[in-house]
Each structure stands twice: as structure tokens, then as C-alpha cells.
């Protein structure tokens, strides 16, 4: 141990000592050559020295630390008699270093500046927790400032606390745990790269103990093939980043927890094995926490986004508009879900003037826990299972289209009725799926075309519901068929009006309209055309039932307008107070009568119609 002296290692080894193997306070300290190794608390513990020089020279295998250094340009020292803390300390050089096998870190450093420390060509590897350590410092790692550092295969390979770090081709690789966590610090990635870390980075600033002042900004950086879950996952802070890649991490790419703003421009995540991107946007202020009021207005935000062919897409917690956007952002080719929208308050409308995209994903837009959100507009390519769905939530959806799912719309047990109005969804029609499927809740479905599914409908009640389920059809179109057109099953009520089922057309099978068990079906004005048989236990004794070709305009074109000559012209009951307008707006009737099916015919000549009527006496 060495006070104010000087001190000088060159050649020796510091080996199997019980607590430190040396210990050195504000001296001048030079190590060379020399091996500090088994030490019981750590090899170099260097305090505030007055100088501090380590070059080539080896702390491995001691028990906590291979070398702590403190140090911030001051040393304590004899000033005109009296012992002060005084500026003027040499900056410490460290180079060729190897720091490795320590039973807990590397190497630490504490109070250190760039301009205070030259560190060059040293490595940390295989420690039992972190490799490198900075707490309260300002450091750059670079090739330009710290050579060919190193810090790989340890359990953490960086650590700063309270810290302003700055990495710039920078490479952190092959840690077991976390490539980077840090807390309560400024943290600036540029052409830095995680890759083959357990979790690649974790940045966590809490402004209940120094405000929002903290950030992460992130350029041009990679987050790959973790080997445990996260690429990048941050808590609380500011987050920027750009012009960054998300890929091939074991869980997901990006996640964020509650952070006040986060501002995601020209990325792209591909490959995870959880989710491209998970926002956790606003804290939940149903929750006992006492600084839940700061996390109630956050912010986030994708844009000019790619996120594509990970196991599932973009989840969003807790978000309402003024929280959570995307522009110009594609959601594409992810196994499961796409867009998850959970615990949310939100109108969803602008994905034309902010074009994002839908297509290709296992799932559409996915509704859950307790959310109300409305879909308008919104365009859902060749989802693989199902178009939308409704889980726990209250759901509208108005002038949307979904293409290619197994299922159309799903829902189970809504909190409230889903109405679905002048929708358009096309089916894959090869494998067993429904057109609209309904566990445990209400639907007002009116004006929508169901095309291309196995089977149109079906409704079922659990009997346990706070409300008993009220299912309406009323002027829809379910066309291209295989099997059932609308299945009503275990206490479930539905009534339909004006609709049109119709099996396709190069073969014939199933049934038209069909009750089971408990269901019970109301119905009238129907179009049931090409099943085996138009009913299945259930009746229509007025004989309102039109059993004919619908004649649509082009249905081999997915055209189903009603064509010339059409049976469903002029063949409704009046439902014009419940639907005043068909898919297209086109005021019901059109002329005197409402049509069947989702669309109006509205040119007066092609079919026998009342056009107007006069009676004299």
C-alpha cells in the first residue's frame, strides 16, 4: 500500500494475497510488465493517484476486481503546509492490458474524463460480471481514443452509472448476459455494433431522482442475434435513433418501457424471434405507484420504419393518438401478429396520408386488453390467419379491407358490441376458417362483403356473459363459400336481413342458414344460393328466402355488385332506418325498394324494379 510516494512494478508478479494486492492513494503509480493474479478482493485498487501508468501488464483471476481506478484531474497533496485536494493530476495512461478470468470484474473506472485518461489496446474477457466499468465519468470508446479495446465474453461486457459515454466504431460482442447496461447516464451510439450479446444493450434513466435529462441517441448502429432476448430495451429516458438495424435478435429488437419520448426515423427490424418493435408508451395510472403521474403524456413514434419477417410486428401498450404514430412504415411478412394494440384509446385512420403498411403478416391489426380502437380505412393485405381481431376489447371498423386470412374478423367476449360497417374481407378459401367468427359477444355487422372463406358466419355464447349477445346482420354479402353461409350455436341470438349467401359456384355443399342446440336465428329477405340444402334446423315459413343465383356483376373478378337481372334487386324488406346507405353511401333504397346484399343497384334500367308508383281510383 502506498500513500503520496511513488511507486514502481516492473516485472512482478502480485499474486494470492487475501484482500487487495496493492493499494495506492495519491502517489504516482507505474505498472509494467507485472501480473496481479488470485488476489481475494481484486489485483490494483489505484485512489486519486497523482499519476497513474499500466502498460503490459495482466489482472486475472482475482476475486472481485483486476483494477479499480478512480481518478478526475485531482489529487490530494501538500499544498503550503496543509493536505488539499488539489488539480493538476497526470492523465492515466493504460495500454496492452489484460484484464480477465476475475471472479467478478475487469476493470472499473470512476470520475474519469477523455481528457484525462488515454486507454489503448487492452482487453477484459471471461469475468464473472462486468468487463468494463464506468460510473460518474465522461469517456469515448473508439478506435480513434481507446485503440483496440476489448470486452468479450464476460457475463456483462459494459457498464456506466451516472455517466456521459459516447461509442463510435465500436464493436461489443459475445457477453453472456448484457453487450451494454447502463443507468442514469447520457449514452450516444454512432457505427456502433452488438452482435452475439445474451440481451446487446440496456439503458434505464429514472427522472424521479434527476428529471428528464437523461438520453440515448442512437445512428447508425446494429443490434444483432442476441442469444437470450433483447437487441435494445430502454426504461423511462429520451431515446433517439436513426438510420439503425434491429436483426436476427432471439427475442425482440427494440422495446421500450414507459420512456417519456421515443423517436424511431429510417430503421429497420428483421429476423427477431419475439417483436420488431414493442412500445410500452404510458404507464398504466390505475397502478399503486407514486410517479405514475410523469408517465401518463409520453410519446412515441415509428417513421420510415421496416418491420419485416420477425415473429411478430409492432406491439403498442397503453396509447392513445396523441401518443403513438407511424409514417411511412411497413409492417410486413412477421409470423404472428403485425399491429397489436393493447390497452388502447385510439382512432386509427391515416394509414394513407402517413402510408404504412400491412401485408403478408400472420395476423392483422390484433385488439386486446380492454382497448377501443377504430379502424377506418385501413388496408390489411394476405394475413395468413386471420384479417382483424377483437380480444377483451371494444372494436369499430369502417371501410377497411383484409385479404388472403383463414378468418376474416375474429372477436372473443368484447367489452362491448363490434360493429363492423362498408368493410371488404377476402378469403384464402382452401383451409377451414370463417368470414366472421364471434366468441362470447355482440356484432352489428351491416354493409360488408365476406368473400372467399369456407364458411360465412358463426356466433357462439359462453352463458356467462355481463350482457347476452345480440349478433345483426343486415345487408352484407357473403359470396364464394364452401360450406356454411351463417351457423347460430349455444345460446347464441342473431337476426339477419338482406343478406346474400352464396356457395361458389364450381361446386355444391354445406348449408345456407343454420341454428344448433340452443342458437336461436331470426331472419328474413335472405339470398341463399348453391348449398346442399338452404337450411340446416331452421325454417323460413313466410317464404321470404330467395333460393337463386345472386347474378353478381363479375364474381369471378371478386366484382359483387349485383349485375342486370339480379333476384336481389328490389327484393328487401325495408331496413332503410337501420341502413340508410349501402357499402358505397348510396342512399337505401335507390329507388323504392332496398336491395339484398351490400350494394345498391342504382341504375333505374337493367332489372324489373319498381321505380315509382301511382295508384288511381
Given amino acids: 500500500t502506498s500513500y503520496y510516494g511513488k511507486m514502481l512494478f516492473d516485472g512482478v508478479e502480485v499474486t494470492d494475497n487475501t484482500y487487495w494486492g496493492t493499494l495506492s492513494y495519491y502517489a504516482d503509480t507505474t505498472v509494467k510488465n507485472t501480473k496481479f493474479s488470485r488476489n481475494g478482493s481484486g489485483g490494483l485498487h489505484s485512489y486519486y493517484d497523482k499519476s497513474f501508468v499500466a ?21 490530494y497533496g501538500l499544498k503550503d503546509g496543509a493536505w488539499v485536494w488539489q488539480d493538476g493530476a497526470a492523465p492515466a495512461k493504460i495500454a496492452n492490458c489484460d484484464f480477465s478470468k476475475n471472479t467478478s470484474h475487469g476493470v472499473g473506472f470512476n470520475g474519469i474524463k477523455d481528457d484525462r485518461i488515454e486507454m489503448t ?29 476489448v470486452s468479450r465474453n464476460n457475463v456483462h461486457g459494459f457498464h456506466a452509472s451516472s455517466s456521459n459515454i459516447t461509442v463510435e466504431d465500436f464493436e461489443i460482442t459475445g457477453n453472456s448476459q448484457w453487450g451494454m447496461y447502463t443507468y442514469y447516464s447520457n449514452v450516444n451510439l454512432k457505427n456502433a455494433k452488438f452482435s452475439g450479446n445474451g440481451h446487446n444493450m440496456y439503458w434505464y434513466a429514472t427522472p ?55 423517436s424511431v426515423r429510417n430503421c429497420e ?19 399503486d ?11 412515441q413514434t415509428l417513421a420510415n420504419v421496416k418491420v419485416d419477417g420477425n415473429y411478430q410486428g409492432v406491439y403498442v401498450y397503453n396509447a392513445g393518438n396523441a401518443n403513438f404514430g407511424m409514417k411511412n412504415t411497413e409492417i410486413t411478412n412477421n409470423q404472428q401478429q403485425s399491429l397489436y394494440l393493447n390497452a388502447c384509446n385510439m382512432l386509427v385512420d391515416n394509414q394513407s396520408t402517413n402510408n404504412w403498411t400491412l401485408s403478408g403478416n400472420g395476423y392483422g391489426p390484433y385488439v386486446v386488453g380492454g382497448s377501443d380502437v377504430t379502424f377506418r380505412n385501413i388496408v390489411n393485405t394476405n394475413s395468413k390467419y386471420h384479417g382483424f381481431v377483437n380480444s377483451g376489447s371494444k372494436t369499430t371498423l369502417e371501410n377497411c379491407v383484409s ?41 352489428d355487422a351491416t354493409n360488408n362483403v365476406f368473400a372467399g372463406f369456407y364458411n360465412g358466419s358463426y356466433t357462439y355464447t359462453y352463458g356467462d356473459e355481463s350482457q347476452v349477445p345480440d349478433h345483426t346482420f343486415y345487408n352484407n354479402t357473403f359470396a364464394d363459400l364452401r360450406y356454411w353461409g351463417l351457423y347460430v ?5 342473431a337476426t339477419a336481413h338482406n343478406n346474400i349467401f352464396a356457395h361458389r359456384t364450381s361446386d355444391t355443399g354445406g348449408y345456407g342458414l343454420a341454428q344448433n342446440g340452443t342458437g336461436q336465428l331470426t ?65 337505401r333504397p335507390s329507388f323504392k325498394v332496398v336491395e339484398i346484399g351490400a350494394y345498391e343497384y342504382t341504375d333505374s334500367a337493367g332489372a324489373f324494379r319498381v321505380v315509382d308508383w301511382k295508384e288511381k281510383k
Fill in 523 to 587: 331472419h328474413s329477405h335472405n339470398l341463399v344460393h348453391g348449398f346442399a340444402a338452404p337450411f340446416y334446423r331452421t325454417s323460413d315459413p313466410a317464404d321470404t328466402t330467395l333460393q337463386k343465383s345472386p347474378r353478381f356483376a363479375n364474381a369471378a373478378a371478386g366484382d359483387y355488385h349485383l349485375g342486370k337481372g339480379s333476384p336481389a334487386i328490389n327484393a328487401g324488406m325495408d331496413t332503410s332506418l337501420i341502413v340508410p346507405y349501402d357499402m358505397e353511401g348510396h342512399a
Fill in 489 to 493: 350455436e349455444n345460446n347464441s341470438t
Fill in 403 to 443: 385479404t388472403g386470412s383463414q378468418y376474416g374478423f375474429y372477436q372473443y367476449r368484447p367489452t362491448a358490441p363490434s360493429v363492423l360497417k362498408n368493410n371488404r374481407f377476402e378469403g384464402q378459401n382452401t383451409d377451414w376458417g370463417w368470414g366472421l367468427i364471434s366468441y362470447g359477444g355482440s356484432v
Fill in 208 to 262: 424521479w431522482t434527476h428529471g428528464f435529462t437523461h438520453k440515448l441517441t442512437v445512428d447508425n448502429s446494429v443490434f444483432e442475434s442476441s442469444t437470450q432476448h433483447h437487441g435494445l430495451l430502454t426504461y423511462y429516458g429520451l431515446v433517439d435513433i436513426q438510420n439503425s438495424v434491429f436483426r436476427n435478435n432471439k427475442g425482440t429488437g427494440l422495446y421500450t418501457a414507459y420512456n417519456k419520448t421515443v
Fill in 121 to 149: 489496446n487492452s482487453q477484459a474477457t471471461e469475468n464473472g460480471g462486468i468487463g468494463i466499468y464506468f460510473a460518474n465519468s465522461t469517456v469515448t470508446l473508439s478506435p480513434a481514443t481507446s485503440g483496440k479495446w
Fill in 289 to 299: 405507484w407514486s410517479e405514475k403521474e410523469l408517465f401518463k403524456d409520453n410519446v
Fill in 269 to 287: 427490424m428483421t429476423g427477431n424471434g419475439s417483436w420488431g418493435v414493442v412500445y410500452h408508451v404510458n404507464y398504466p395510472q390505475t397502478a
Fill in 55 to 75: 502498460e503490459n501488464s495482466s489482472f486475472n483471476e482475482n476475486g472481485s476486481w483486476g483494477l479499480y481506478y478512480y481518478g478526475d484531474g485531482r489529487y
